[in-house]
């Protein structure tokens, strides 16, 4: 039977990055691997990314898993009958929380003849949660602000908790971040890993293949008690944050090319200047800033998380006369600012760093999270 490996944390916490190198290590150990995104809105960095990646990549969008779970059950159920693999990897919208009541009970109680649950990890972002991140003023230990809710109720609720990007850490850095997990989920399997330098990932696939328990699913990895939430808080949130999907063709001046990774960071370095002001909290208006740059020969992914910039997954994309850019923006900001900041400013300075380049094709899609309404909840 195939078995579902679900995957949660907050956006830009580096679920895809991880979600695509665990992938590629099963298939190394002989494994078929199915993935499936999700988001809220469409037009996807991700969906994209993973299928560039040569993955079967299925993406549920205009809602997250919870309030799409029939859509999520229908895409398990034509998996299940046609790929038939032997893993699915499944990524939640970051901003979603309260899986395990909502999607995981669901599935291990009505649908265990579809799939058998294999895991159903956390991921916490080390820069982010290590001493002296964007989470230091945070009070997640006994959280008030909406925010504060949210991540610490992503990190409690899942039964193995994943502190990601540790090669950008020190080994004191590193240990504060695994010491504040602990300190939110005291039962919980806490590891370190690098989707990047691949550090803990044989043992992550490892981790995996022991992951089901037989039969119903119920087994190591899956928290048989859900923790409650108020929902209030959660859509306050939730409806903090702005969501851009966007995608235009950029187009060389005459007898030029354009590189992919210059286009790349003349739209983050805008984005960053406009919108990445930090707040008094200590955390950045932008949670994830992503690019996709892609090419007749290949594609770029880079982005901001939180007050970083993320250094381009490829290094070296030879430049072309037609780059596609697909940008998606999740920000503290109402969702028309982030449409009128790309349309008005990042588009200019396109225009501007590569002179006599057109811009076409322009689309976008603006939205706020609406308040979650899942179609079960089983605590
Ligand atoms: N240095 C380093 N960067 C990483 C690592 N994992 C992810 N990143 C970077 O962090 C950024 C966010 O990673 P994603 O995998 O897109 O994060 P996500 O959780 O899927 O983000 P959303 O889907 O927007 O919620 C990307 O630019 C990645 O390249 C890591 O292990 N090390
Ligand atoms: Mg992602």
């Given at each position: 039977m195939t078995k579902i490996l679900l995957l949660s944390g907050f956006l830009g916490s580096g679920k895809t990055t991880l979600m695509l190198k665990l992938a590629g290590e099963l298939q190394r150990r002989g494994n078929s691997v199915s993935l499936i995104t999700n988001d809220?809105?469409?037009?996807?960095v991700d969906t994209g990314y993973a299928a560039a990646a040569g993955f079967d990549t299925r993406e549920i969008t205009g809602g997250c898993f919870c309030c799409k779970f029939p859509d999520l059950l229908s895409t398990l159920s034509s998996i299940a009958e046609v790929?038939?693999?032997d893993y699915v990897i499944a990524e939640a919208v970051g901003?979603?929380?309260?899986l395990n009541a909502t999607v995981i009970q669901p599935l291990l109680l009505y649908?265990?003849?579809?799939m058998q649950i294999a895991g159903f990890w956390a991921l916490a972002d080390g820069f982010r949660f290590s001493?002296?991140?964007?989470?230091?003023?945070?009070?997640?230990?006994?959280?008030?602000?909406p925010l504060e809710v949210l991540v610490s109720h992503q990190i409690s609720e899942s039964a193995v908790v994943l502190l990601t990007k540790?090669?950008?850490?020190?080994a004191e850095e590193q240990q504060a971040g695994l010491d504040r997990i602990r300190r939110l989920n005291p039962n919980a399997e806490i590891a370190a890993c690098s989707a990047k330098t691949g550090e803990g990932l044989k043992e992550l696939a490892e981790r995996l293949r022991r992951g089901g328990g037989s039969?119903?699913?119920?087994?190591?990895?899956?928290?048989?008690h859900p923790i409650p939430l108020n929902y209030d808080v959660y859509a306050e949130a939730e409806a903090e944050y702005g969501w851009y999907n966007g995608s235009w063709n950029l187009k060389a001046a005459e007898g030029e090319t354009i590189n992919p990774a210059n286009a790349a960071a003349a739209v983050l370095d805008v984005l960053q200047e406009e919108l990445n002001t930090v707040r008094n909290n200590g955390v950045?208006?932008?949670a994830h800033a992503k690019i996709q740059v892609i090419t007749a020969e290949g594609s770029i992914k880079t982005g901001i998380a939180g007050g970083h910039f993320q250094a381009p997954d490829v290094m070296e994309l030879p430049g072309n006369v037609v780059l596609q850019m697909v940008v998606n923006i999740r920000a503290a900001f109402e969702p028309e600012i982030l449409s009128l900041t790309v349309r008005e400013k990042v588009l200019m300075k396109l225009l501007e760093s590569f002179p006599d380049a057109a811009v076409s094709e322009y689309s976008e899609q603006i939205l706020t999270p609406s308040r979650p309404e899942p179609t079960y909840r089983i605590y």
């Open positions: 809220q809105g469409n037009n996807l790929q038939q693999p901003s979603c929380t309260d649908h265990s003849d579809l001493f002296a991140g964007e989470y230091t003023n945070l009070a997640l230990e006994q959280p008030v602000l540790c090669d950008l850490l020190t039969g119903s699913g119920r087994g190591m990895g899956i928290p048989p950045f208006p932008i």
